[in-house]
């Protein structure tokens, strides 16, 4: 099976001259489908800047992207927008919830901004799988940060996207919280996989938090804007004390 996506030799350079930053530096890396990956890495190794190339969000200077089958890396606007809408779910920190909004209607908004016809089902469904089915008429203040954090989750993946990108999604909940959304996205890889006979949904999370990345199948390092190292099955002992040798 093809990679869901794939970097390939990808660099991203910020500023030009003396002021000139790398944030990523001949990047080659492939999340296939049915995989979760943490990446990691000390603050400003290029982490945010790997998530948004990733998800077309920002461009490559050199080098290749492709995602869901496609090369976007020179793709119009217009393309990566309609493709972000129908193959890609995000996840971040702080949940990014319509506060106006119940649960129900934050989890069918991707919906309504991509036009597709509305299916409550779907949308039902999608906060059942994160077991808030009693929950779709509460507000996001009414809800507890793990609770909210999983509505997100729903909302991200009610449109079945290909790759579901989170941004430290473990970052603002307490860790019994934490522990729950972590087993909600060890379901999506596993338990999702190939359902409705769609594609294995794939993950790739940035974290700082080494228990968060020791959930995922496999954790990449960053350091400089480089790949540096990938563990795979690693304790979250071990990822914490890899990551202190690159902060070194
Ligand atoms: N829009 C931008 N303009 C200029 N420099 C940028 C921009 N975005 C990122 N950078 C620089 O690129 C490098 C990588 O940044 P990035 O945000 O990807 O790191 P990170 O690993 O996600 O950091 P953190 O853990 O602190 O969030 C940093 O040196 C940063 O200052």
């Known amino acids: 099976m093809p990679p869901a996506v794939e970097l390939r030799s990808v660099a991203r350079r910020y500023g030009s001259g003396d002021t ?3 944030a990523l530096d001949d990047v080659s890396i492939a999340f296939p489908p049915g995989t979760w990956t943490a990446v990691m890495g000390p603050s400003g190794s290029g982490k945010s800047t790997l998530l948004h190339c990733a998800a077309g969000l ?10 869901a ?4 890396t020179r793709a ?8 972000r809408r129908r193959s890609l779910g ?16 934050n989890v069918a908004l991707p919906m309504r901004l ?4 509305l299916d409550r089902r779907a949308v ?15 507000r996001p203040r009414e809800l507890s940060g793990g609770q909210q954090q999983r509505v997100a989750i729903a909302r991200a993946l009610v449109t079945r996207p290909a790759v579901l990108f989170a941004d430290e999604p473990t970052g603002a909940l307490d860790s019994r919280s934490a522990r729950t959304v972590l087993e909600l ?9 190939g359902q409705d006979g769609a594609a294995p949904q794939c993950i790739v999370m940035v974290t700082h938090d080494p228990v968060a990345a020791a959930a995922a199948d496999a954790v990449v390092f960053l350091r400089d804007g480089r790949l540096v190292d990938r563990l795979a099955g690693a304790s979250a002992r071990q990822v914490a004390d890899r990551l202190a040798t690159l902060e070194d």
């Open 20 to 22: 000139s930053v790398t």
């Open 58 to 67: 920002d461009r490559a200077d050199e080098g290749q992207i492709i995602l």
């Open 69 to 72: 089958g496609r090369d976007i």
């Open 76 to 83: 119009p606007e217009h393309v990566l927008t309609e493709l």
């Open 90 to 105: 995000f996840v971040f920190q702080n949940f990014n919830l319509v506060g106006a909004l119940t649960a129900e209607q």
């Open 114 to 117: 991509a036009g597709v016809r």
């Open 124 to 138: 039902k469904r999608a906060l059942a799988d994160v077991g808030l089915g009693d929950r779709g008429n509460h």
């Open 185 to 193: 996205m060890r379901t999506v890889v596993d338990e999702r996989t």
